[in-house]
């Protein structure tokens, strides 16, 4: 008791010049609106400077849970890889390389650098090149698996893609009933594409879907589905036009398609060609 | 008691010239000459800062309500009331006792007066501007407003001070 009598002896000349001094802030700033704004805004960002400063120290301090959380984290990924390793599922990652298991399809991922959609030799820049695995002729996809174009050319660092909406654009199709056709386009509508040379014993419906069907690509890629058809002049095939199954222009993380085998084939078809 | 008497009337002299003839004068926006700080500096050194500074609160609460400052008058002398034997010690390495009796203010050279006085001007003033404006959206015109400010309040003041010191501190 005696020590806290002494204390307040000490410091009382202190708090009573606090407790004066905060009384004639606190009147002032309550005088006039003004004063009451000016003084509320400063305190505020005063405040929130503070409070700022907390947040750091405590987000300092919640390191080592942060470090747990990760941790814990990448023992799911380990459980997960020697599982994909084993065989559990189809598809296996290398680096950022997402591989088919025992599958001649290698899988490189890219985000979309630039891209027109309203020209006739509409194209795609991707932020992959060479130097991370690409090469002309190679399929680009959608994580949804819907055909988007087919790579062009490649620097180091990026490439180059043809998408459907390009008046030089051409590959095959498959409507899901079997029947073969070449898809173009005609540069009408960047929300359709042409499909020709359908042959005439197939039976194309509306709504039908259809699929690639390239060397370049796996099975099971959808180009889009079937909105109107019609038989040619002669009778000797069908024509159909085809809404586009990708959102062209809302295109953003893409896959790049390596067929490994590719090189072979077209080595092959070089030397049946000479 | 009779010790006193002379420092109440500066007081009232002080707060008289402040109140109805510097406030009432229109030179410029950025020119305020304030005399009644001297009222807080020239008190007795010795006197416990509890004492200054109750002194300070009631001078300031007489400008408030004279001049409608609204408690401004008061947060701005108050510091100078706590701060004072602090200022003097750091202007002119002068430290008072509170048994001290004997006048300090008579004993400095002119030199360490007009800087522990321009020190005291010029601390006043940037509180008080400061928290006048509450803005710092012209700082150039804000430091103007307080250097020439506290420069005319030193030259009026000067004579005063002098005076005040030579008949009354130092007898």
Redesign the interface.
Known sequence: MHRLLEFIKLI??LV??VV??G??????AT??P??EA??LS?TTAMGAAVSGAVTNVENFFALPEANRQLTERIAELNEEILGLKEGCVDTLYRGDELVEKDSKFRYHYASVVSMTTNRKHNNLILDRGTLDGISKDMGVITPENELVGYVVSCSDHYCVVQPMLNIDFSTGGRLEDGGLCVIWWSGASKYEVEAKEISVYSEPNVGMSVEVRSERLPEGVLIGTVTEYELNSTKSAYSAKIAIAANMSKLDDLLIVENTHYGEIEELMNHTQE | MFRSVPYIGMTIILLFLQIFILDELSIAMWLRPMLFPLIVMLLPMEWRTIWVMLSALVVGVIMDVSLGGAGLYTATLLPLAVMRRWILYVTTHRSVESGDQTSLLSRMSLRQLMIYVAAMFVLHHSLFFILETLSFVTPLRLVATIVLSSLLSLVISWPILRLFISKIVTK
């Open positions: 009382y000349v009573l010049f004066l001094e009384f004639a802030l606190w009147t002032y005088s006039s003004y004063t000016k003084i400063r």
